[in-house]
Structures are given as structure tokens and as C-alpha cells.
């Protein structure tokens, strides 16, 4: 499933030497797993810290506790680490872990989706902002909800119509409508607090 090099298993077996805790493991988990903004995450962990459902790969003087939800997303899969003057670099290649843009055949919340989280989360996040997908219904109205410096901005009904709207029927055009179903006025971090300045879209 996954191939770790020597060098690779080396550098992490002196890691796991120098914290001087028995039984120390590394795990590796995948964050956001078929989205664009999927990656891989490398922690030590001890026996405790398992839940059991991970896949254990045994290494040179260490073992690496692979997270079970993980695991389909690191077929064909690869660590490696290549010293340099400063100490190193650790490079993971996982070449299936952001999924595959989802085609015309796919359900329409997956298509949402997929747009929420390639394009739009991406132009948002420069205000702290997030936007998740809540619902869509029936007949075709996307039901959205704001966060972070997004929840409460006094750009939030511009970014929605100009921005997230229009982007969103580029995509996905069967949709019929985009709807906010946030409560803006329990947002006490925004990034606007009135109507001005650039849409986070813009």
C-alpha cells in the first residue's frame, strides 16, 4: 500500500529514538481526504493514542500506524527523505488522495461539494472565511451556511450573489438557487462589520 524507503524509515526511527518513550509509534492520517485541500499529517503516538482500526506497517526500528479512514486514499503511496545541508526534507506522495474531479454523472452534492471545496473555501479563506454546504433540496436550491470572519460580514450578501452564486451555476448549472441559512447576527468575529470594502470574491 505504501512504500517507505530506508532513508525514510532511518529518519524517523532516529526521531522516535530521541524522545526516549517506550512503545512510541508514528501514526499517519490523511485531513480532508478526496477534497482539494486533502493532505497527509505525520504525529508520534503511543499505544493509547490507537483506537484499533489502524493498519500497521512494521519498520526498521518503529512501526507507523496508518488511520483505517486513511487508508484508501494512500494506494500507491510514497515516503521518502532526502538529506540536505540544513537536515532534510520529508516528502510524501499520495496520488489518489484528493479523489477525482467529479463528471457530469456524479449526484448533485457531490458536484456542490466539490466546488465549495476547490474553488470558493480557497477565495474565502483570505477573510478567514469558510462556507459548508448544508442541503440540496429537491428542486435544486443550495442551501449554504457562513463561518468564521464570513459569519456576520457586511459583504456576505454580495459575496453570495456576485461571487458564490455565479460560481457555483458555472459549475453546476442545474442548480436552481443558492441560499444563506446562517444567522449572521451571532457572528462575533467578521471580517467586515458593515457593508464595505471587497467581496471576499472579488
Not at 508514528?26 to 504525529?43: K, M
Not at 510514497?78 to 489518489?96: V, W, Y
Not at 440540496?136 to 436550491?141: E, F, K, R
Not at 453546476?172 to 444563506?180: A, C, F, G, N
Amino acid at each position: 500500500m505504501i512504500e517507505i524507503t530506508e532513508r525514510a524509515q532511518d529518519h524517523f526511527c532516529k526521531l522516535v529514538d530521541q524522545q526516549d518513550t517506550d512503545d512510541l509509534g508514528i501514526r499517519l492520517r490523511v485531513d480532508q481526504g478526496g477534497t482539494p485541500a486533502a493532505n497527509c499529517a505525520l504525529e508520534f503516538c503511543e499505544p493509547g493514542d490507537l483506537d484499533g482500526g489502524e493498519w500497521l506497517i512494521e519498520c526498521n526500528g518503529f512501526v507507523l500506524y496508518v488511520d483505517g479512514a486513511a487508508v484508501k486514499w494512500l494506494e500507491g503511496a510514497s515516503i521518502d527523505f532526502e538529506p540536505n545541508a540544513t537536515g532534510g526534507l520529508l516528502n510524501i506522495r499520495a496520488p489518489g488522495i484528493k479523489g477525482e474531479v467529479p463528471g457530469t454523472e456524479a449526484g448533485l452534492v457531490e458536484r456542490v461539494r466539490y466546488v465549495l471545496e476547490a474553488v470558493i473555501n480557497p477565495q474565502v479563506a483570505s477573510h478567514g472565511g469558510r462556507v459548508s454546504l448544508l442541503e440540496v433540496t429537491a428542486d435544486g436550491v443550495v442551501v449554504l451556511q457562513f463561518g468564521g470572519g464570513c459569519h456576520g460580514c457586511g459583504m456576505v450578501d454580495v459575496t453570495l450573489r456576485d461571487g458564490i452564486e455565479k460560481t457555483l451555476r458555472q459549475h453546476v448549472p442545474e442548480i436552481s438557487q443558492v441560499r444563506d441559512a446562517t444567522d449572521h447576527s451571532s457572528g462575533d468575529n467578521p471580517y467586515y462589520s458593515e457593508a464595505q470594502g471587497p467581496s471576499a470574491m472579488a
